[in-house]
């Protein structure tokens, strides 16, 4: 018998041990149980929770076929309120780390579309079976090989009719999965607009062939709500999806249909196109807006920096309530999307494509000590070393940081705390049911208090065109 003591990252319940710690896979912090230990690394061990006398209160039968195989929800042995319990956990553990024990940590906003069919996004893997049958799905939480998730009850029912008919026509066209060495598929990626319906299709392959228009059509034929196939080569040895060129750009080309899908949040319209960033589920990114666009306290005449601002982001959002924002964001594809976007709503919003850390001393000149509101929502790994200094230099009223990742957030916060920065409370959001991840909103008052002068924003100088 065991009783683990904390949670880690993936959604293991860890028993600390005394050499080493063990992980058990569908374990409850501080319920005694029974488990098999499965397998002994060096530094740690991997264990099955096989029963307890008495269990937890949070504890449920997860209600997928596939959980064990599959592992892509590892929380879901948890009811509802479990899961927000053990996320809020892993967010006071990362905070302790870096010693902001003080931080206070809201409780955990439920996602609107609750915890089944609010994925608005898939990302299917091609490779083969443990009998070395071709398949589509997730990658085996035990073997490496893939399992295949027609089933997937987070994902809308409108892209499990995508999962299926890419399975049935990858393997009617034979099709090849990629096995490192040889075949052409590698993944597709499906994202469907929670406003209009649409589902935009990326076949990630190795090589551009004839026979992906043919597995194009075939997808857009079973399924009425693709409007757009698109294809990304990607040559990589390693397992990214897309794959950036040296400009930055992740490259895609049309197979069928539409470019780009409309999606909507606070009454914002953004163009997303198939390699583009976009929150997984809409509906608890509606929210999370919200509450950004509150935090920041935005009026007429305060600039709005936006930094990793996705194909228009929080800029779009606000430039029309204070006349002006720049969002910065690497994926040039993203950056002209939001710039269409800016254009088609008559919104006061420019875009430069350029990293974060690159953008920051144009800024400052451009901002002339005028005061920003700085928002930044960077990639999980958070800011790179020379940017929480880089927008310290631009003397912001208030900082309003999201983050996927409590680990990044505390560790990037530390930093602005070191420097006399105040954080207020962190707002943790349920964007991934079933799973140890979350997103985070929190918002950073400075030394002085933020006080400035209301101006005017810098004149626009980039005329907006898409
Ligand atoms: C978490 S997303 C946020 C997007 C946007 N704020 C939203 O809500 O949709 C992070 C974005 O940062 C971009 N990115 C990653 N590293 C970057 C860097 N060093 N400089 C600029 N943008 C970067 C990614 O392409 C991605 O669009």
């Known amino acids: 018998m065991v009783t683990p003591d904390y949670w880690g990252a993936r959604g293991e319940a860890i028993v600390r041990g005394k050499s080493k710690p063990l992980l058990v896979w569908q374990g409850i912090p501080g319920e005694t149980s029974r488990v098999e230990v499965r397998q002994r690394g060096a530094n740690q061990s991997y264990a099955q929770w096989l029963g307890s006398d008495e269990p937890d209160d949070f504890r449920v039968t997860p209600p997928c076929d596939r959980y064990h195989p599959c592992g892509s929800c590892p929380l879901m042995h948890l009811d509802a309120d479990g899961q927000r319990d053990a996320r809020r956990e892993l967010v006071l553990y990362a905070l302790r780390n870096e010693g902001l024990d003080d931080v206070g940590v809201n409780q955990v906003v439920p996602s609107p579309d609750g915890e089944e069919e609010f994925r608005h996004v898939i990302k299917l893997i091609a490779g083969y079976s443990d009998r070395g049958r071709p398949q589509l799905g997730a990658p085996g939480r035990f073997t490496r090989r893939i399992v295949p998730i027609p089933e997937c009850n987070v994902v809308h029912p409108a892209l499990r009719a995508v999962t299926k008919a890419a399975a049935h026509h990858m393997i009617d066209l034979d099709v090849r999965p990629f096995d490192g060495q040889r075949g052409l598929l590698r993944y597709i990626h499906a994202r469907r607009s929670r406003k209009t319906g649409r589902i935009l299709v990326t076949l990630v392959a190795k ?213 006399g920065w105040t954080v207020r409370s962190i707002q943790p959001y349920d964007m991934f049911p079933n799973t140890p991840h979350l997103e985070l909103m929190c918002v950073l008052d400075p030394p002085d208090g933020g006080e400035a002068p209301v101006g005017r924003g810098p004149r626009r100088r980039v005329v907006v065109k898409p």
């Open 207 to 419: 090589y551009d062939t004839r026979i992906l228009y043919q597995y194009a059509e075939r997808i857009a034929l079973a399924c009425e709500d693709v409007s757009g196939v698109h294809l990304h080569v990607n040559e990589r040895e390693d397992n990214v999806i897309f794959e950036r060129d040296d400009e930055g750009e992740i490259r895609t080309h049309r197979l069928m249909g539409e470019t780009f899908l409309t999606e909507s949040l606070i009454g914002v319209d953004y163009h997303v196109g198939p390699a583009d960033f976009f929150q997984t589920n809409p509906a608890m990114a509606e929210v999370l807006y919200d509450d950004v666009i509150q935090a920041s306290e935005a009026k007429d005449g305060v600039p709005i920096v936006d930094l990793y601002s996705g194909v228009g982001g929080f800029a779009l959002a606000l430039a029309g309530v204070t006349g002006w924002a720049v969002g910065v964001e690497a994926n040039a594809s993203a950056v002209r999307r939001a710039r269409q976007a800016a254009s088609s709503g008559r919104v006061p919003a420019e875009f430069l494509r350029s990293d974060v850390a690159d953008a920051l001393p144009a800024l400052k000149k451009r901002l002339a000590k005028r005061r920003p509101v700085v928002i930044v929502d960077p990639a999980r790994r958070g800011l790179e070393a020379e940017v929480a200094l880089g927008i310290l230099s631009l003397d912001p009223r208030r900082i309003v940081y999201v983050s996927c990742s409590p680990n990044s957030l505390a560790r990037d916060l530390a930093k602005f705390v070191g420097r």
